[in-house]
């Protein structure tokens, strides 16, 4: 083709140490099957949010593109062709590059045979059962609210659990799991995550997208980068420490000394705070930063469904409660349901699992990264309900797009390919699993303590 311009694999290095070393007028170019796309202006209109965009500048974004967009993104695309990379790959031979083109060949022999096609009669099944939850735990608080504080446990519990099956089920939608358009996917997240649960679309998207992108990435990944409440790995421990030695104040000196090096018995603790710790991120979110794709109007939706969210739930604490003392216990129970059954559940996904470098991460295959750092469970039918079908972790990374029902129907395809090119596949069960993260925790506790020592 006459008129394309050509690029080398050394002069995209280039291209990128410039941006490595702060030069800001620097373009930024993706390359997909050996394309480069110059996003430099589009970074920041990006629908799935910039940060995830920023994560692979510079790199090979095939197969990531491929496993998270629809088949408009490729339309979107083409308006940023910049021109073709020439040069071979030096890791066209590898290993890891092996496994890739072959987890490419069976995600296309899985589309063909219709596997990421929904069921929409399941999908309907999961809204209306998880609707019921909600329905039967506000029905035991209106009856009862105002006579049994067994009752008002009862309904906090599976209030609880209802916003908890929100979150799996808006996780689901948000991945266009369910519908082609996009725009019905994201309807659905709004009524279920902003409306019912009182998480924000755009706060998770610009989050999980990112996660997804660089799972388990120091310095990428936001899902790790959760000091100073916990650290999960040395690479962790070390930076956190590091930036403590000019001058710390009083209370980064209290947390690295007296809670971090002790995160391990305080973890549980934590976690029922977590529902309440995101949905307080989504709120500021959405009125600090607005929608992920710049549009007032949805800023204006998502704004109107979570203030809507808290008016509802305060409604009928306040309405149908009679005592000051159980208006508390219903808030605090509800929120540590949730709290509970959601991070438990996310930390069994990746933490304990092996965090990566951000200089490691550039020399290996998208897919190897996210078999390696995820974790599956194996469990029986009501563990699969509990966990959203999260359990699944290495197929639901390796497929996002991927209908839930059909994650148990490809794991032994994936498990199989991964024995083939011994690329480490982890399933364990959920106690197992947990106390994998605790002994983590526990690991990083003690270098946390030895840190802090030399630091402080």
């Known amino acids: 083709m006459t008129g394309v311009r050509t690029f080398t694999r050394d002069e995209l290095h280039q291209i990128n140490q410039r941006i490595k070393e702060g030069d800001k007028e620097a373009q930024k170019y993706l390359i997909i099957d050996n394309k480069l796309y ?37 339309e979107i695309l083409s308006n940023f062709y910049a021109g073709d990379l020439i040069g ?20 296309d022999r899985l589309t063909r045979q219709g596997y990421f096609e929904s069921s929409k009669v399941y999908y309907a099944y999961k809204v209306f059962s998880t609707l019921a939850l909600c329905g039967a735990g506000l029905s035991v608080l209106y009856w009862f609210g105002t006579t049994s504080t067994l009752a008002i446990l009862v309904s906090a519990v599976l209030v609880g659990l209802f916003w908890q099956q929100c979150g799996w089920l808006a996780h689901d939608f948000a991945h266009h799991q369910c519908f082609e358009s996009r725009e ?30 660089s799972t388990n990435v120091h310095g990428q990944d936001p899902d790790i980068d959760t000091a100073p409440v916990l650290l999960w790995d040395e690479i962790a421990s070390a930076a956190y420490y590091a930036s403590l030695e000019s001058e710390p104040n009083m209370i980064s000196r209290f947390l690295a000394e007296n809670v971090l090096p002790y995160q391990t018995r305080y973890y549980f603790f934590v976690l029922g705070f977590a529902r309440f710790s995101w949905a307080l991120q989504s709120l500021i979110y959405a009125l600090n930063q607005g929608a992920i794709n710049k549009s007032r109007k949805l800023k204006y939706l998502e704004v109107s469904c979570l203030v809507a969210h808290w008016i509802v739930f305060s409604y009928c604490t306040l309405s149908w409660i009679s005592s000051i003392g159980n208006m508390i216990l ?23 699992m092996p965090v990566i470098t951000e200089e490691k991460a550039e020399s290996m295959e998208f897919f190897e990264i996210q078999v390696i750092t995820g974790r599956d469970v194996t469990l029986n039918p009501l563990g699969d309900w509990f966990m ?69």
Request: neutral net charge.
């Open 38 to 74: 110059d996003v430099s202006e589009f970074v920041h209109e990006h629908p799935g949010g910039a940060d995830v965009l920023l994560t692979h500048v510079g790199k090979d974004a095939s197969d990531v593109f491929h496993a998270m967009h629809p088949d408009s993104a490729y």
């Open 184 to 213: 019905y996917n994201d309807i659905a997240v709004i009524l279920l995550g902003n409306l019912s649960q009182g998480f924000s679309l755009s706060w998770w998207k610009n989050k999980h997208n990112t996660h997804h992108a």
């Open 330 to 352: 219903f808030f605090l129970v509800s929120q540590a349901t949730t709290g509970y059954t959601l991070a438990l559940v996310f930390a069994l996904n990746h933490n304990g």
């Open 88 to 107: 071979p790959s030096t890791s066209e031979l590898s290993k890891s590059a092996q496994f890739a083109a072959e987890i490419r060949d069976l995600r």
């Open 388 to 456: 959203g079908g999260l359990n699944y972790q290495i197929e639901h990374h390796v497929f996002p797009t991927m209908p839930r029902h059909n994650l148990p129907k490809v794991k032994p395809m994936v498990k199989n390919l991964c024995q083939k090119y011994g690329i480490n596949y982890h399933d364990t069960g959920f106690i197992k699993g947990t106390l994998e993260v605790l002994q983590t925790l526990d690991i990083t506790s003690n270098i946390s303590l030895q840190l802090s020592k030399k630091a402080l």
